[in-house]
């Protein structure tokens, strides 16, 4: 067995202790989030609330399973989430697949104009002017279309498909596959590692939506739930069912705890899927970074 040096021995504490650190930091703020959706408003309002739940409750939580508002916006997020993944990975691997092959003439002007966008990003103003005259303000097509192709995920499913031996592609071809064919048999099977690395970065960009409905979406039955929430931190924006009398006091005495309870509600699915996907995620991150 390898012996560790006295040094080496040095690092690895302070490197183990340095990211038990880190971890806690980030950690710990969402436990205290989660801690003070848990309590009652009387402890949340006086500070008691720490890292445990105090005088336990579930009646932030009811509040919000009862409000049909963040339901209405938890909706729209999973489906411009879901929708709006789809439409990414296509349109993104519809482009970079072609300018990875070398039978394709026009491929180095190509990458060079997408490789502008990513120097020069487009003015908010002109943006906007754009979006209103295709119609698109006030419709989720606003949050779908306009960021279908990142520059950055291109460049990398670009170098995942370049990864591809032409051997491959040739013996798809004598075998008398069409490119569509090649691409749904052949390529996309190749490309799971890719396709779930860049789908987590896609779909948490969706999930996350906020500034883009800030600035195109005007209707409240079209908010994702990043702007609903943000409308219940800043404008104190909770409405009473009238039937449901039992809140009446609560929206009072402790709004602090609904907006901790919606803010859980909107971290934790991401939070859940991660790890199913983590594998993959790790592979495609590997991308590049070893040349045969």
């Known amino acids: ?3 560790i040096s006295a040094g080496q021995q040095t690092f690895n504490v302070f490197n183990i202790t340095f990211l038990t650190i880190l971890a806690l930091l980030m ?3 969402f436990l205290n989030v989660f801690a003070q959706s848990l309590s009652d408003s009387e402890a949340v309002v006086t500070g008691k609330v720490f890292f445990l739940p105090v005088d336990f409750t579930w009646i932030n939580y009811q509040y919000v399973f009862s409000d049909a508002s963040i339901w209405r916006s938890f909706a729209v997020t999973v489906y411009i989430t879901v929708v709006g993944t789809i439409i990414n990975l296509i349109a993104t691997a519809s482009l970079a697949y072609p300018v990875s092959r070398q039978e394709y003439m026009g491929r180095k002007f190509v990458v060079f104009f997408v490789l502008i966008t990513m120097v020069f990003s ?3 103003i002109p943006n906007f002017i754009l979006m209103k005259s295709l119609n698109l303000t006030n419709s989720l097509w606003a ?3 306009p960021g279908a192709i990142s520059a950055f995920n291109f460049f990398v499913m670009r170098a995942f498909f370049m990864q591809i ?3 491959i592609i040739d013996s798809g071809r004598i075998d008398g596959c069409t490119e569509l064919r ?4 052949i390529v996309l099977p190749l490309s799971k590692p890719v396709m779930a690395s860049l789908g987590i970065f896609y779909a948490v960009g969706h999930w996350n939506t906020y500034m883009a409905a800030l600035y195109y979406v005007n209707k409240p039955t079209l908010w994702p739930l990043q702007v609903k929430l943000r409308q219940l931190i800043t404008a104190d924006d909770i409405n009473i069912d009238p039937s449901a009398s039992q809140f009446s006091s609560l929206v009072h005495s402790n709004p602090e705890g609904i907006k901790m309870a919606t803010i859980i509600i909107a ?5 859940l899927i991660y790890p199913f996907l983590q594998k993959h995620f790790v592979k495609g991150m590997m991308i590049g970074s070893v040349k045969s």
């Not at 090649?182 to 048999?185: F, K």
């Not at 971290?267 to 939070?271: C, E, K, N, Q, R």
């Open 1 to 3: 067995m390898r012996r």
């Open 27 to 29: 950690f710990l703020p």
């Open 122 to 124: 487009v003015p908010l």
């Open 143 to 145: 949050l779908l279309i």
């Open 165 to 167: 031996p032409p051997e």
């Open 182 to 185: 090649m691409i749904w048999n």
């Open 267 to 271: 971290t934790l699915p991401i939070v």
